[in-house]
């Protein structure tokens, strides 16, 4: 059976019967992973939770406690004695000691600092001191590093006094501790002479990042060079941390998950876990502006009624039936493009100086899948409805500039957004409503002009 479902029976049969041994729960919970602990826990009341996890040795509830959701974590640590709390942390990397510690309030914060081990409260300290979504923010100082002129003789017996290493790669410095180079622990392995400098291995083009820059910005430039891990440096250059490549997983998931819910209008990065109403005022805003932006489109559609000249046979109230083709075709493209551009910016794939080039050819791929559903739409009124012109192709025209202007609207607003220094991803509700109303007032528009003749049916 499956570890997560075997949790889940015990998790249901605890819910079911809270007096169940204690002994027999942590039993069953003793061979399973800390992931799986931890999901375990996120599905029990808190009290309960609490209770079981006290029970955990430190090395086993820190392992425990860094798998938690952020919003879990922070009930449950601020439950906690500080006795407890405290031979917790001293377990955890200083990276996930500063993250749990930047959730205690200032009271426990101090205890907390006065009692762990004096090296790790320093790191704690200055880990701290990073905002949460910067570089240094998610980076570690446990790491392996080499001044330039050690051997390699010297670097492998700091490699041997070194515990919990998280990375094969050693950062070289000089003499002020600025990153010069790069060497992994294989090639120092493989040097013939034990005496070698670790400079002469080492290589001098190492891609690192600034201690206060985004931590997307981390993400994007260890993808585009591949790295596992990325060097972190203050403003002159010295090596002051690096980011793990489990960290760079998390942010990877975070960031991805931010821009998915901000480009259907919701901020929360977790909304299933949030209460709900923090859910409904995350929400709450843009559904507005759809509601607003709803209220003009009907006045815009009810100039096609009560604008229906004598004579017309009722042509313009027709074309109302086929507004939503328009609407719903118009936002597919609207959004697409709104899609390729936010990813596009976020992955570097779309860079300011070629925006030209990149628009023409979405804008060229738009007005080609513009020019065929506006034939397919002139066809399906000619055939089902026995109204080729001025129905079907006035229908169809109107499509077809609907779908010109979304496109472009979906393309330019995310760059506009993104040159004003905001995340490109709040766009996506934005379009939407920009795109059904102005794609409303072009097909009435249309509309309005060229239905002025009597129905030929």
Not at 146 to 152: F, P
Not at 384 to 409: D, H, I, K, Q
Request: proline fraction near 6%; charged fraction near 25%.
């Amino acid at each position: 059976m499956p570890e997560r479902q075997r949790l889940q029976v015990l998790c249901q049969a605890l819910l079911e019967d809270s007096s169940l041994p204690r002994r027999e729960i942590l039993e069953a919970l003793e061979t399973a992973p800390a992931p799986d602990i931890a999901w375990f826990l996120e599905q029990l009341p808190e009290d309960q939770s609490r209770d079981l996890f006290l029970e955990f040795k430190p090395e086993t509830a820190g392992e425990i406690l860094v798998e938690l959701e952020e919003g879990f974590q922070k009930e449950l640590v601020e439950s906690l004695p500080i006795r407890k709390l405290t031979a917790i942390v001293d377990t955890l990397a200083p990276d996930d000691a500063a993250d749990i510690y930047n959730l205690l309030p200032l009271p426990m914060q101090t205890g907390v600092l006065a009692a762990v081990d004096k090296k790790l409260a320093e790191e704690i300290k200055l880990l701290s001191q990073y905002e949460e979504e910067s570089a240094g923010g998610i980076m570690t100082t446990h790491f392996l590093s080499a001044k330039r002129g050690e051997s390699v003789r010297d670097v492998l017996e700091a490699v041997a006094r070194h515990e919990d290493t998280e990375s094969d790669q050693i950062y070289v410095t000089d003499g002020e501790g600025i990153l010069v180079g790069v060497v992994s622990i294989p090639e120092i392995l493989q040097a013939d002479d034990p005496e070698t400098p670790v400079e002469e291995l080492m290589d001098p083009q190492v891609i690192s990042i600034r201690e206060h820059e985004d931590q997307e910005d981390a993400l994007r430039q260890a993808s585009n060079y591949g790295l596992h891990t990325l060097p972190v440096t203050d403003r002159r250059g010295r090596l002051v941390g690096i980011i793990t490549p489990d960290d760079l997983d998390e942010v990877a998931e975070e960031e991805a998950s931010e821009d998915i819910f901000r480009m259907v209008g919701t901020s929360s990065r977790h909304p299933t876990r949030q209460p709900i109403w923090k859910r409904i005022l995350n929400r709450l805003p843009m559904l507005c502006v759809t509601v607003g932006n709803g209220l003009v489109i009907a006045r815009i559609v009810e100039l096609l009624g009560i604008m229906d000249l004598p004579g017309t046979g009722g042509l313009r109230v027709s074309a109302l039936r086929f507004l939503p083709i328009v609407v719903a075709l118009a936002g597919n493209v609207a959004n697409i493009e709104n899609a390729i551009v936010v990813r596009g910016l976020a992955t570097e794939e779309i860079e300011h100086g070629k925006l030209w080039k990149i628009f023409l050819g979405e804008f060229l791929a738009s007005l080609v899948v513009g020019l065929i559903c506006a034939g397919l739409t002139f066809l399906g009124i000619g055939l089902l409805e026995g109204a080729w012109f001025p129905l079907g192709f006035s229908v169809g025209l109107a499509l077809f500039g609907a779908v010109v202007f979304s496109a472009a609207a979906g393309f330019c607003v995310p760059i506009m957004v993104d040159r004003l220094k905001h995340d490109p991803a709040l766009t996506g509700p934005l379009v939407t409503a920009l795109n059904d109303l102005a794609g409303t007032a072009v097909y009435v528009a249309i509309c309005l002009v060229l239905l002025h003749g009597p129905d030929p049916r």
